[in-house]
T-cell receptor
Framework: AQSVTQPDIHITVSEGASLELRCNYSYGATPYLFWYVQSPGQGLQLLLKYFSGDTLVQGIKGFEAEFKRSQSSFNLRKPSVHWSDAAEYFCAVGTFSGGYNKLIFGAGTRLAVHP | DAGVTQSPTHLIKTRGQQVTLRCSPKSGHDTVSWYQQALGQGPQFIFQYYEEEERQRGNFPDRFSGHQFPNYSSELNVNALLLGDSALYLC?????????????????FGPGTRLTVL
């Protein structure tokens, strides 16, 4: 069965420090992978996506993610975190059936940023 | 260009009541999906509509039903509300998988409707 695991429930970093959020997926075919961010009380904003091609993808707000098929991972990174990055981050895999897609999400990682 | 919009923002209902949530997709999108996000959890897929028909359904009971209109907007209905239905309900729109375009296969989310069942 398809699934997404985000091993870290809560991460705290200092402003200006680097960040890596982990994501592991289980999916039989070539995955479509996404990272979304959710600020408190808000909907989900797409940060970046991977469909095929270059395994290092760039997203908005200075985020990037690297797809590693051998490790079934799609970790999100940012070289220097800003206080405004504090939010919850969700990794998702897109699954397709009969020409229709749906997303399976991980449980999320809550990021806190210390000044 | 308006993104995905949802109404209402918040709702408070009591057990046993029925509720209808509404969603307007992003301009140019033809597919609407609904997700339930319980507190502290990731969103879970409820169902998806394309061409006014339910195309996929997640593991939710028949109390959850939906509709898509000719203008692609959608409604989510929940009957016989339970306390456990309290959640943030998210609507996402997309272009149907396989069709050409930069947004194909990418779901864009609305701000959600917060449902509280007392």
């Amino acid at each position: 069965a398809q699934s997404v695991t985000q091993p870290d429930i809560h991460i705290t970093v200092s402003e200006g420090a680097s960040l890596e959020l982990r994501c592991n997926y289980s999916y039989g075919a070539t995955p479509y992978l996404f990272w979304y961010v959710q600020s408190p009380g808000q909907g989900l904003q797409l940060l970046l996506k991977y469909f095929s091609g270059d395994t290092l993808v760039q997203g908005i707000k200075g985020f990037e993610a690297e797809f590693k098929r051998s490790q079934s991972s799609f970790n999100l990174r940012k070289p220097s975190v800003h206080w405004s990055d504090a939010a919850e981050y969700f990794c998702a895999v897109g699954t397709f059936s009969g020409g229709y897609n749906k997303l399976i999400f991980g449980a999320g990682t809550r990021l806190a940023v210390h000044p | 260009d308006a993104g995905v919009t949802q109404s209402p923002t918040h709702l408070i209902k009591t057990r046993g009541q029925q509720v209808t949530l509404r969603c307007s997709p992003k301009s140019g999108h033809d597919t609407v999906s609904w997700y339930q996000q319980a507190l502290g959890q990731g969103p879970q897929f409820i169902f998806q509509y394309y061409e006014e028909e339910e195309r996929q359904r997640g593991n939710f009971p028949d109390r959850f039903s939906g509709h898509q209109f000719p203008n692609y907007s959608s409604e989510l209905n929940v009957n016989a509300l339970l306390l456990g239905d309290s959640a943030l309900y998210l609507c996402a729109s997309s272009l149907r998988f396989g069709l050409a375009g930069p947004d194909t296969d990418t779901q864009y989310f609305g701000p959600g409707t917060r449902l509280t069942v007392l």
